[in-house]
């Protein structure tokens, strides 16, 4: 056990280095600020968060987040962009931590599969364009020769590694889970040969960009805020925060799959809640648990939360030690390595299962992947729960309805359109197959319409059963629904009844004025309800 | 029939004067802009609109929200303000238009009843407030005397009268309907007898503020736009267009629920769009179907559009003739119009229904009310979008899943906890009693985790059984959680039955792998699931 949190710390720590560097780059940040953003945040996740083997620092997602709420603000780089992405982190990090401690968890629930899907997809290709020209060393269509080389030289090294070598490693006599972080640490073992080659030849005097030097020593514990941009940090901090806990949650859901694991979500917010306010007080900037880097962790036999407590030790190790070797990594293979790895994002399995499936969802995925391209990634964010709710609602507006006639002799009701089944003169029995709610209220109302109008074509309708077998709740907005449906049909000579209300839904009913209002009966059943209406018909 | 559309165009276009030009005020707008807005837009609406009795104009929420949205761009009453006021119709009629062709009628189900009705509250507290300093003639704590007793005087008038003036009218041999239209025509005559006063003791020269010269002739049509303002105005005219089509869908709904009309959302859409074009075209402001105006129409005898035509038409008539004495209505008086107005608004009903039936609702209600006080009427849309949608999430997280038992000797199953029922060694029955879908698939694997574990403790469960005759629709995301769910399982030895699944949902799986990897089968019947399983147990 203790073996397995070992070597998985150190594993983590490994892959934090050059993956902390390039994100903060993508965050728009010094690369220290990368690896400041993996010490505290992980120690401070391990104290308070759900999960055993989640690993918290920066996150590509967050990083260009991060970015796109800073960019308007400071000029990257600077002194005050430094504060402001602390600042950023602070403020995420305590609406986490309100919303864990206010039990929000469910906030989770406003982005479904499919639009997180397309989120992810849209940013992925957001980061890896973004990083095209630090790959070619200058801004396309110009490119610098020896940047370029060295950039695309890792680029395809890493695209081959991701191919075979896992296959390699295996041929080797690799188990499966060895061969898999051999294939994780190929971007480490990428950037120090690139380093080795910038170092050998130079090539920092011929024009390719290094990190520059990275300050020795642990970051200091202090908090420099900038008080005239709460207000435009707000916003974008909530947004950033938001995604922070989806993004974590979807891959803490991932190793809960694997590892059995219950998922505490409120307990989940909280860790993330500390892990940024950890990373706000040592000069980082939004931190996130993430999928790839968690997975890692997991393979590489990370039992318990130690294994982070290890990796950032290890980092912090690395900090003070002497940090010269760090000046030099090649900017060019780090933007290489970002790539590489948001590719790996870029998966196509939920667009393929949706476009089978169900249409409306595969729409709501492509749609929320061109906003992040064409708006941004703040807007994307926007669009995604709305277009969650948006396929939500829209199909609340569509409930399925069905008029039920008695299959002959017996005391079952099905819908008439797919089976052949009795029905009385005067009397409708109509089948609500959607809990009513706001989100369907007038459509529910304008279907019994319909169907009164074309019941009372052939004779006239005394009767209206409403069966809420499937009704699983009754909202306000829909109560008084069914209040003004009575009362409509009142006037109109029209009796409303009701069959086979579930237990819960009946109980809140009497609450109301509906039942001592109603113009007709409860029924237990639809059978005594047809037993009773039927002969008077 | 003709008779009434005339009677019910005249006592419209009374109403209409002093109301539109109270409600141009409210919008920061010159008095005049109300009469231009109540002429062109009913007619357009008239032409495309879907209700037949509706009355489209200046409307008391939609002049707040103008004044919200220009407050911030211009001066009141500048002449830059009045080119926006017309841009921002402009911009929210297209808005319209084009949800209406794209049939994005369901939009209006974003908002609960509970939400609108905290919306409609808190905007109404911040509209009266707002008159407050007109009423008095001067800003609290400071007043105008003869401003003051002006104001307040019509202010307890029109109370009386509303308390009152049915009843009188009543008493003295009048049919309710014309005793109704009597009350609707107090603001009018309470105006005119304020403006006899000023003419009277030439109060205008005592400091009582007037409505100023009214322009005569009819407004120009053309639409001076300003080119820098079109992103500013953006967002507002969106909010804007979303609340003129909830305002107007209530007050048709109710005048639908009267008449036995149908509603068609798309073609209200449509009309409200060409209203608010012309509103941009003539000068104006949005406009929106009024609740109040629409009722006063209907008692006073409106059967077809004509009676909307023919109140515009005296509308443009009132302008062609002879103007001055418009421009001696004192505003103290029409500031007290639009506070008896706005309390009209004040309706406590749904929160106290909501109270009795559903606390989360009632919450909803008064959150949103506040909203609208503390932070503006646009963020109050947008908290009440929030608030309807956060409650429908936050009641998906708990779903109702019951653990069903057999009733000894039948074919029937029931919730153990409410029934006692039959259980079987090693099988274990779970009907879900909700949808499912992204916003509960969480919390259901969640639920079913734990009865697993609870089921397990006694002995080990081999089979799940899910019945599903409760569950009307599952979307790509729950889809996912299934197949989750099932690889899950298989791994650990324990097999995952389907059973009464719906036609529809049925149809729809099989167009998705679950159907195929399903470690279990798909049962007609939970009585057929239990004679097959629970003899192996």
Same mark, same amino acid.
């Given at each position: 056990?203790?073996?397995?949190?070992?070597?998985?710390?150190?594993?983590?720590?490994?892959?934090?280095?050059?993956?902390?560097?390039?994100?903060?780059?993508?965050?728009? !940040?010094?690369?220290?600020?990368?690896?400041?953003?993996?010490?505290?945040?992980?120690?401070?996740?391990?104290?308070?968060?759900?999960?055993?083997?989640?690993?918290?620092?920066?996150?590509?997602?967050?990083? !260009?987040?991060?970015?796109?709420?800073?960019?308007?603000?400071?000029?990257?780089?600077?002194? !005050?962009?430094?504060?402001?992405?602390?600042?950023?982190?602070?403020?995420?990090?305590?609406?986490?931590?309100?919303?864990?401690?206010?039990?929000?968890?469910?906030?989770?629930?406003?982005?479904?599969?499919?639009?997180?899907?397309?989120?992810?997809?849209?940013?992925? /290709?957001?980061?890896?364009?973004?990083?095209?020209?630090?790959?070619?060393?200058?801004?396309?269509?110009?490119?610098?020769?020896?940047?370029?080389?060295?950039?695309?030289?890792?680029?395809?090294?890493?695209?081959?590694?991701?191919?075979?070598?896992?296959?390699?490693?295996?041929?080797?006599?690799?188990?499966?889970?060895?061969?898999? /972080?051999?294939?994780?640490?190929?971007?480490?073992?990428?950037?120090?040969?690139?380093?080795?080659?910038?170092?050998?030849?130079?090539?920092?005097?011929?024009?390719?960009?290094?990190?520059?030097? @990275?300050?020795?020593?642990?970051?200091?514990?202090?908090?420099?805020?900038?008080?005239?941009?709460?207000?435009?940090?707000?916003?974008?901090?909530?947004?950033?925060?938001?995604?922070?806990?989806?993004?974590?949650?979807?891959?803490?859901?991932?190793?809960?799959? &694997?590892?059995?694991? &219950?998922?505490?979500?409120?307990?989940?917010? /909280?860790?993330?809640?500390? $892990?940024?306010?950890?990373?706000?007080?040592?000069?980082?900037?939004?931190?996130?648990?993430?999928?790839?880097?968690?997975?890692?962790?997991?393979?590489?036999?990370?039992?318990?939360?130690?294994?982070?407590?290890?990796?950032?030790?290890?980092?912090?190790?690395?900090?003070?030690?002497?940090?010269?070797?760090?000046?030099?990594?090649?900017?060019?293979?780090?933007?290489?390595?970002?790539?590489?790895?948001?590719?790996?994002?870029?998966?196509?399995?939920?667009?393929?299962?949706?476009?089978?499936?169900?249409?409306?969802?595969?729409?709501?995925?492509?749609?929320?992947?061109?906003?992040?391209?064409?708006?941004?990634?703040?807007?994307?964010?926007?669009?995604?729960? @709305?277009?969650?709710?948006?396929?939500?609602?829209?199909?609340?507006?569509?409930?399925?309805?069905?008029?039920?006639?008695?299959?002959?002799?017996?005391?079952?009701?099905?819908?008439?359109?797919?089976?052949?089944?009795?029905?009385?003169?005067?009397?409708?029995?109509?089948?609500?197959?959607?809990?009513?709610?706001?989100?369907?209220?007038?459509?529910?109302?304008?279907?019994?319409?319909?169907?009164?109008?074309?019941?009372?074509?052939?004779?006239?309708?005394?009767?209206?059963?409403?069966? !809420?077998? $499937?009704?699983?709740? /009754?909202?306000?907005?829909?109560?008084?629904?069914?209040?003004?449906?009575?009362?409509?049909?009142?006037?109109?000579?029209?009796?409303?009844?009701?069959?086979?209300? &579930?237990?819960?839904?009946?109980?809140?009913?009497?609450?109301?004025?509906?039942?001592?209002?109603?113009?007709?009966?409860?029924?237990?059943?639809?059978?005594?309800?047809?037993?009773?209406?039927?002969?008077?018909?």
């Amino acid at each position: 056990m203790l073996a397995g949190d070992i070597s998985a710390g150190v594993v983590v720590a490994m892959m934090m280095i050059p993956q902390g560097m390039a994100y903060a780059m993508v965050a728009g !940040l010094p690369p220290v600020a990368g690896i400041y953003a993996s010490i505290l945040p992980p120690l401070l996740y391990a104290l308070f968060g759900s999960s055993m083997t989640q690993s918290v620092g920066p996150m590509a997602i967050v990083a !260009l987040m991060t970015a796109a709420a800073l960019g308007p603000l400071a000029a990257a780089g600077s002194g !005050l962009y430094m504060v402001l992405a602390a600042q950023l982190a602070l403020l995420s990090g305590i609406a986490l931590l309100a919303c864990g401690l206010l039990r929000f968890g469910f906030l989770a629930n406003f982005f479904s599969r499919p639009v997180m899907s397309g989120f992810t997809i849209g940013s992925a /290709i957001v980061i890896a364009w973004g990083q095209v020209p630090t790959l070619a060393g200058a801004a396309l269509p110009r490119f610098h020769l020896p940047s370029l080389m060295l950039g695309a030289g890792s680029l395809l090294l890493l695209l081959a590694a991701r191919a075979w070598l896992a296959r390699l490693l295996r041929a080797l006599g690799m188990g499966p889970g060895g061969a898999d /972080i051999g294939v994780r640490l190929a971007p480490m073992v990428v950037v120090i040969g690139a380093t080795v080659l910038v170092a050998w030849f130079d090539l920092a005097a011929a024009g390719v960009k290094t990190t520059g030097a @990275v300050p020795a020593g642990l970051p200091g514990l202090n908090l420099a805020l900038s008080n005239g941009h709460w207000r435009a940090l707000l916003q974008p901090a909530l947004l950033i925060g938001f995604m922070i806990f989806l993004i974590s949650m979807s891959a803490a859901q991932a190793l809960a799959l &694997k590892r059995q694991e &219950k998922l505490h979500s409120n307990m989940e917010l /909280i860790g993330l809640g500390a $892990a940024n306010l950890g990373s706000a007080l040592s000069g980082g900037f939004p931190v996130t648990g993430s999928m790839s880097r968690s997975a890692v962790n997991f393979s590489a036999g990370a039992n318990t939360p130690l294994a982070s407590v290890i990796s950032a030790l290890l980092l912090a190790l690395a900090l003070v030690a002497p940090t010269g070797w760090l000046a030099l990594l090649p900017l060019p293979a780090l933007a290489a390595t970002i790539i590489v790895a948001v590719l790996g994002m870029l998966e196509l399995a939920t667009l393929r299962t949706a476009l089978r499936y169900d249409r409306g969802d595969a729409l709501a995925l492509v749609a929320t992947a061109c906003g992040v391209l064409v708006l941004g990634v703040e807007a994307g964010v926007v669009i995604g729960v @709305v277009l969650s709710m948006g396929t939500l609602i829209w199909r609340a507006s569509r409930p399925h309805i069905a008029v039920l006639g008695r299959i002959a002799g017996t005391e079952h009701f099905r819908n008439i359109e797919r089976y052949p089944g009795e029905t009385a003169p005067g009397v409708l029995l109509l089948r609500i197959d959607a809990g009513l709610f706001f989100g369907n209220v007038e459509a529910v109302n304008a279907r019994i319409e319909e169907e009164l109008a074309a019941h009372s074509a052939h004779c006239f309708t005394r009767h209206l059963v409403l069966v !809420l077998s $499937a009704v699983n709740a /009754i909202d306000t907005s829909a109560l008084f629904g069914l209040i003004e449906l009575n009362v409509l049909l009142r006037h109109r000579g029209v009796k409303l009844h009701l069959a086979e209300v &579930k237990g819960p839904v009946l109980d809140r009913l009497k609450t109301s004025d509906l039942l001592s209002t109603l113009n007709g009966k409860v029924f237990l059943s639809t059978a005594m309800a047809w037993d009773e209406l039927a002969g008077k018909g």
